[in-house]
Each structure stands twice: as structure tokens, then as C-alpha cells.
């Protein structure tokens, strides 16, 4: 059995999700509670797996409730659902709620979410991983990338399009926008895939509260050797992202899907952020020894971590909000062929791009054996299209990476 909390200083509106969500109760046990303080007595009886608050309560409010939820018990997965529009609520809300929510909600829309939420930790066994993803409220950027959206914040003719173009060149300030711009601030009717689109509907206002303000922006810091390898990894996901796209568009596939590949390229590696991020030298330790053993990362990281990078990272992402067509590529992109979705998708191209990148890293040096699983794509009837895309990954790679 699972276990939910939900938090709110409405008798009528707990009432109401009684009522709504009693066909989930041979799944879950839930428990109602009106106030933050009630919720954290509940919290110290025993595990919770799910806690959704409202955001304006007497006392204690949502986000100071969830901060202390991230501290106390970060595996939980943290919900807001509230009646609130305003922007400076949204930020404020931003580093403790997982995703949020408006009132008032759609009952399936709520069930949804919930149960998404559970499947999610299904698929991240290790404890001690969705502990450390819980208490990620923000990703570093390469410093340079950070330096350059800084100065361009700052710049007098800095304009929504230069800015997008600099957040689109980096994994972590994509994944940040695309969490904020699909939560309840702007009560979309889809899910926004595209970092540029994300910008638009933000506006450059709200990112320049991000970026100096509210500050959920910042820059790696770390050892030389870490900052090295974060590089390297910014390289590889750039590259992959903007080969994926162009593989998508060789199959002339709907534009969402395009733009999904792109993002799921860009984003595919984040697990490798979180975990270099968070755990430091270890895990540097750990990437130098499936380079030089020739062990593939995610079965040291299976064995050392009781998780792969490709499950922290889509573990993350769906916590975030993001869309289900790059969380499953995020999941999947080194194994495809145990995604159940059997159909040209992000998917395969993240993994194709990926491969090929690896093969012969930043477009140099001698090639690797493929990584590209030849059966995926035959199971796919594509096996035929490979050597056409690799001809356009050695055409167009390191082209289209440097002057997008």
C-alpha cells in the first residue's frame, strides 16, 4: 500500500478529495490533515509516500511546509495545489514542490499525477537515490554558460531569443524552465517540450527573476578534474540533442516529436549532472573506472549505486513534470529495446545520436565500437536507415552544434 498526505486548512476541500479519490483507497491509504504542523505529526508516524499541499494556509504555508518536508523526509514526492496565480507564489514555490497544481483540479488530472508519481519511485528501487533526488531543488550549469546568461540578463539589449538560445545549450537551465513553465502558473493545456517555447511563455521578466533573483540558476563548482568531466558531458548532450533532432526530421515525424528529440538529447545524460552534482569524488572515481575497465557505466552504477544515471535522470525529470516522451528516452536511451513503445519516436533517436557520439567523441579522434543496438532497430523495420544517419551525424554534427 502507498501512502498520500494531503494538507490544507479547508475542512470542505479535504471533504471533497475524500470523496474524489475514494476509488484509489484499495491502492493507497491516505490520510487528511488542515495544517502544516498536523502534516509534519503525520509525517513522523511512518513512511509517506506522497504529500500534496496547499499553498496558503495560517501559520505554516505550503512552501515552508515543503521545506521542511525536503529536509525531515526527501523521498517524498512534494505536490502544491493551490489557488494562487501570482508569479511571485510560483517562484516562491518553485525550489520545494516537485510540480504544481491549480485549483480547482480536475479529479482525473489529480489521479493522474499521483499515480505518475508512484509509478516513478517504482522504477528508482535504491532509497538512498530518491533521497538524493529529493533534495535537489536546482542543477549547476557549466560556468560558462552561466557567465554568458548572466551577461546577457544584464545586457540592456538582452532580448527573449538570445537568452533562449544561451538556456537551450544547457541541461540544467532547460530542465529548470521546462519544470516552471509546465506548472500551474500558466495552466497549459499540453506539456511544453521545447526550451525557446518555454522562454516565450515565461517571458524575460520571470527569468531574470530566476537568474537574479530567486537564483535557481548556478554555476558547478567543484574539483578541476570534476569540472573537466562536466564539460565533456555538456559536449556530448549537446551534441546529441541537436543530431537527434536532425535524425527526427530526416523521418519527417510531427514537429512535437522533433522537438522532444532535440530536449531528450540535450537532457538524456542528466543523471550523470545529478550524480556528480551530489555525490563528487566517488562518483568521479566511479566514471574512471568504467572508462579505463571498459565496464559500461550504468553496471558499476548498478552495482555501486543501486541505480543507473539513465533512471536517476528520468526519475528526475518525471518528478518534474516533463513530459512522458523524453522521460522514456531519458530512461531507455541506453537500452531501447526494454521501452514497451515499438514505434520511431525521441527514443530512437536519442539513442542513435548518443551512440554515434560516442563512437568518435566531439566529432574526433578513433572511432569506438557502436553502441547503436542493431536488433532495436531492426525490431523497428529501420535497421536499413542506420547508414544513412550516420552519413548525416558525420555531415552535420559538429555544423549544426556550433552555429545553432
Not at 156 to 173: C, G, Q, Y
Not at 189 to 210: E, M, N, Y
Not at 287 to 296: E, N
Not at 377 to 403: C, F, I, K, N, Y
Amino acid at each position: 500500500m502507498k501512502h498520500l498526505l494531503f494538507v490544507d486548512d479547508e475542512p470542505r476541500l479535504l471533504d471533497g478529495l475524500r470523496r474524489t479519490l475514494r476509488p484509489m483507497r484499495e491502492e493507497c491509504n491516505m490520510a487528511f490533515v488542515e495544517s502544516g504542523e498536523a502534516a509534519l505529526q503525520e509525517l513522523a508516524k511512518g513512511p509517506v509516500d506522497v504529500v500534496v499541499t496547499d499553498m496558503r494556509m495560517p501559520g505554516m504555508d505550503g512552501a515552508q511546509l515543503l521545506a521542511e518536508v525536503r529536509k525531515l523526509y526527501p523521498a517524498v514526492v512534494r505536490i502544491v495545489l493551490t489557488g494562487q496565480s501570482g508569479k511571485a507564489s510560483t517562484l516562491r514555490s518553485v525550489g520545494q514542490a516537485h510540480q504544481c497544481l491549480a485549483k480547482p483540479c480536475e479529479a482525473d488530472e489529480l489521479k493522474h499525477l499521483i499515480m505518475r508519481a508512484l509509478a516513478l519511485r517504482e522504477m528508482l528501487s535504491s532509497e538512498s537515490v530518491r533521497v538524493l533526488v529529493g533534495r535537489i531543488d536546482a542543477l549547476p550549469s557549466l560556468p560558462i554558460v552561466y557567465t554568458d546568461l548572466v551577461s546577457e540578463i544584464e545586457s540592456p539589449t538582452s532580448s527573449m531569443e538570445s537568452v533562449a538560445k544561451i538556456i537551450a545549450r544547457d541541461m540544467a537551465m532547460t530542465t529548470k524552465v521546462l519544470q516552471l513553465v509546465n506548472s500551474a502558473f500558466f495552466g497549459l493545456s499540453r506539456t511544453v517540450s521545447h526550451p525557446a517555447q518555454a522562454i516565450g511563455l515565461l517571458g524575460l521578466d520571470t527569468v531574470k527573476s530566476l537568474v537574479l533573483g530567486v537564483q535557481v540558476f548556478s554555476a558547478f563548482r567543484g574539483a578541476r578534474g570534476a569540472l573537466g568531466m562536466i564539460e565533456q558531458l555538456w559536449k556530448h548532450s549537446v551534441a546529441t540533442g541537436h543530431l537527434a533532432r536532425a535524425i527526427a526530421q530526416s523521418e519527417r515525424v510531427p514537429l512535437h516529436l522533433i522537438e522532444i528529440a532535440f530536449t531528450a538529447g540535450l537532457l538524456h545524460d542528466v543523471g550523470v549532472l545529478v550524480l556528480a552534482a551530489n555525490l563528487g569524488e566517488p562518483y568521479q572515481k566511479l566514471l574512471q573506472a568504467a572508462g579505463s575497465s571498459g565496464t559500461p557505466l550504468s553496471v558499476m552504477e548498478r552495482e555501486q549505486l543501486g541505480a543507473t544515471h539513465a533512471e536517476v535522470g528520468a526519475y528526475l525529470l518525471g518528478l518534474w513534470g516533463l513530459g512522458d516522451g523524453i522521460v522514456e528516452a531519458v530512461a531507455f536511451h541506453h537500452a531501447p529495446t526494454q521501452c514497451l513503445n515499438r514505434a520511431f519516436g525521441p527514443l530512437t533517436a536519442v539513442h542513435v545520436a548518443s551512440g554515434f557520439d560516442q563512437e568518435s567523441p566531439a566529432g574526433s579522434g578513433p572511432e569506438r565500437p557502436s553502441v547503436v543496438d542493431g536488433d532495436y532497430l531492426a525490431s523497428l523495420g529501420m535497421a536499413d536507415r542506420l547508414p544513412h544517419w550516420r552519413e548525416l551525424a558525420h555531415s552535420s554534427l559538429q555544423t549544426e552544434a556550433v552555429h545553432d
